[in-house]
């Protein structure tokens, strides 16, 4: 029995089952019930007279067969889903869907709560599931339509896809209020380097420009503390650490708390942030609305 002959529910479960290495997890991802989808997965392997998966401690292996179906599959129902959501009208108001979106920390910060709140306003049964995208391949998510959209600092990493820059940002100096570098009104070279310096490792942001800056007038900074970005408001607070950081960002954590925010005493390079999408969902009708609210919420955002 080859592919075309075969139903269209198992060839979903196969893909399930290929991408998650698990029945549980396959049949969570498909609202089934595990012995239904264990049923369909035991027709699909007499269907093709082949194991397919084969249990071992980390999960569910494919056998060489199922790993050359398994492009095949997965691109043929990628563009029937395409097929069909292009041929759907895409009401906001009454839709119920769910969009997965990868962002980075600087946009999760600065975007995930207006979006959220844009599109309860506009689509109240529309779910936005944001999923850090440090850890994420994200030309292959977005390749297999696993995320709609992904808002960060990467651009188009190759033609089948396209992005629209969202933000334009630049970096500034945040610190505790009543610091001591507060009182001078400006931050010199010398109060910068002299400075405590806290530098945040998940932000994604390059601040080597900090140090070529400082190399220039012969000075050097202190690293007192590397931490996560949620880390920062709590860590300035109780000390005289001042944090490197995006402007957009820093005006989120001094509207949470009692920092204070003051320019770089040299120039800052510019900070992008993009919107990245598959070419080949720019003309589904619920996607362009996402696209667009995304756009709407980042002119408006900071």
Do not use: C, Y
Not at 215 to 239: F, N
């Amino acid at each position: 029995m080859n592919l075309r002959s075969l139903d269209l529910n198992l060839l979903v479960v196969f893909d399930a089952v290929m991408q998650e290495r698990s029945v549980t997890k396959a049949a969570a991802r498909l609202n089934m019930a595990q012995p239904a989808l264990s049923h369909a997965l035991t027709r699909l392997r007499h269907a093709l007279q082949d194991d397919l998966f084969i249990r071992t401690p980390e999960g569910m292996a494919p056998t060489p067969q199922a790993e050359n179906l398994a492009d095949g599959v997965r691109a043929a129902l990628q563009r029937l889903r395409t097929t069909l959501d292009s041929a759907a009208s895409f009401m906001p108001a009454t839709a119920e869907r769910r969009f997965a979106i990868a962002v980075n920390n600087h946009a999760a910060l600065v975007l995930a709560a207006p979006l959220a709140a844009a599109a309860a306003a506009e689509a109240p049964g529309v779910v936005l599931d944001f999923r850090p995208s440090g850890t994420l391949d994200l030309a292959e998510q977005l390749d297999r339509g696993d995320l709609a959209l992904a808002i960060g600092a990467t651009a188009a990493p190759g033609d089948r896809f396209s992005d629209v820059r969202l933000l334009h940002d630049r970096f500034v100096v945040l610190m505790r209020r009543g610091h001591p570098a507060e009182a001078q009104g400006a931050l010199t070279m010398a109060t910068f380097a002299a400075a405590p310096h806290l530098v945040i490792t998940s932000s994604g942001e390059g601040i080597a420009f900090v140090d070529e800056a400082l190399a220039r007038e012969g000075l050097s900074r202190r690293v007192a503390l590397r931490a996560p970005l949620l880390a920062t408001w709590a860590a300035l607070l109780q000390s005289d650490m001042i944090a490197v950081i995006s402007e957009r960002a820093a005006r989120e954590f001094s509207r949470l708390a009692s920092l204070t925010i003051l320019s770089l005493p040299f120039p800052s390079p510019n900070l992008t942030t993009a919107m990245l999408w598959h070419r080949r969902v720019s003309g589904v009708h619920a996607h362009r609305w996402l696209r667009e609210l995304v756009i709407r919420v980042a002119k408006t955002a900071g």
